[in-house]
């Protein structure tokens, strides 16, 4: 499909650039065959008890570094381990930059073994994954979106993670988790539903941005991620018994999709994904979704839409930005019925 068939126009000042507070306070357009407005702590009254939510429970690494390099500033943004001490980033700016360059990073030195396309590097710590993510802990920065146009701050280290984050290894957090409180998490358990885990690193796919006219030519970064066989046997045992299966999330989604089996059965799975869904794509397992609103063009825009058709994404999105929603990481959630 053509990629400006995912286009359309946000103004600025929806982009929101802080959470709500609390977190559950956020609005939440459900997305059906209606639209209904409602805020986040809706939600467990829009669930029958034999439902089953999954939540992605990645944690989100301080991923981003501010090098000299002599004396010119070069920021690192480290996506993916790739071996031992050695990642995959992209560095800005990364023009004059050449394998064999030393990084200076407080008492440590980052080489930069390998210059790929598109501002990509590996850099090499010469370090244990132990002591690489200790010098990313005294060093690193929380690794914000870039149209969150301001430096991160204390409270975006814990702004920016969710409430079920566990497992080191993302760069961007899974944001549809980001509206959970302990209180929305009970309320939600306490009809009787269970919320069960899955782990996807997010990185690059997830939010480099589509360059290309065709969606076809799109290559999509891999992130790698896990479902263990308990959380299998609970999701297939919920829909077996009539549930629906919410994910949260666009990160969930991608990866409940990869491990979904011959008749939408969930099977245990570790490795990396790189799947692309776009309208077209037949859905295998996810029946809800909830997940924030998307960039124009985006991946994401186009899984949703794939999701949950793309006319009627694009009224709710006419709707959301008309009665001012607010987008993106740090914005507010839509309900998604799958169409």
């Not at 301001?150 to 993670?161: G, I, L, M, N, P």
């Not at 045992?237 to 949260?248: E, W």
């Not at 924030?292 to 999701?307: D, I, K, Y």
Request: neutral net charge; charged residues 25%; proline residues 6%.
């Amino acid at each position: 499909m053509r990629v400006d068939t995912f286009d359309f126009d946000l103004p600025e000042a929806l982009i929101a650039d802080r959470p709500a507070r609390p977190r559950d306070a956020a609005r939440m357009l459900v997305v059906g065959e209606t639209l209904q407005d409602c805020v986040v702590r809706d939600l467990p009254s829009l669930l029958n008890p034999r439902d089953v939510v999954v939540v992605n429970d990645t944690r989100v690494i301080p991923a981003r570094l501010f090098c000299k390099r002599g004396e010119a500033k070069i920021e690192v943004l480290l996506h993916k381990r790739v071996a031992r001490g050695l990642w995959l980033a992209f560095a800005r700016p990364a023009k004059k930059l050449k394998p064999g360059d030393r990084l200076a990073l407080g008492e440590a030195t980052l080489l930069v073994a390998e210059k790929h396309e598109g501002g990509e590097v590996v850099v090499d710590f010469a370090a244990s994954d132990t002591e690489v993510m200790a010098l990313m802990a005294r060093h690193g920065h929380v690794p914000l979106p870039p149209y969150i146009k301001r430096a991160d701050t204390a409270e975006d280290v814990s702004d920016y993670q969710t409430l079920f984050a566990a497992r080191d290894g993302a760069i961007a957090a899974p944001t549809a988790g980001l509206h959970f409180t302990p209180e929305l998490r009970d309320a939600v358990i306490a009809r009787g539903i269970p919320i069960v885990s899955v782990t996807l690193h997010v990185g690059a796919g997830t939010f480099l941005p589509v360059k290309v006219e065709d969606t076809d030519e799109h290559p999509m970064h891999a992130e790698w991620g896990e479902v263990t066989a308990r959380t299998a046997e609970t999701v297939n045992a919920a829909r077996d018994a009539g549930g629906r299966l919410l994910a949260i999330g666009t990160t969930c989604v991608r990866l409940l999709e990869t491990a979904a089996g011959i008749g939408g059965r969930l099977r245990p799975f570790a490795g990396e994904t790189d799947i692309f869904i776009t309208p077209g794509y037949a859905f295998k397992l996810v029946d809800r979704m909830l997940t924030n609103f998307h960039l124009p063009r985006s991946t994401l825009f186009m899984l949703v839409s794939a999701f949950a058709g793309l006319e009627r994404m694009k009224s709710a999105y006419a709707h959301a930005i008309a009665d001012r929603y607010r987008f993106y990481s740090y914005g507010d959630a839509c309900l998604l019925e799958r169409a």
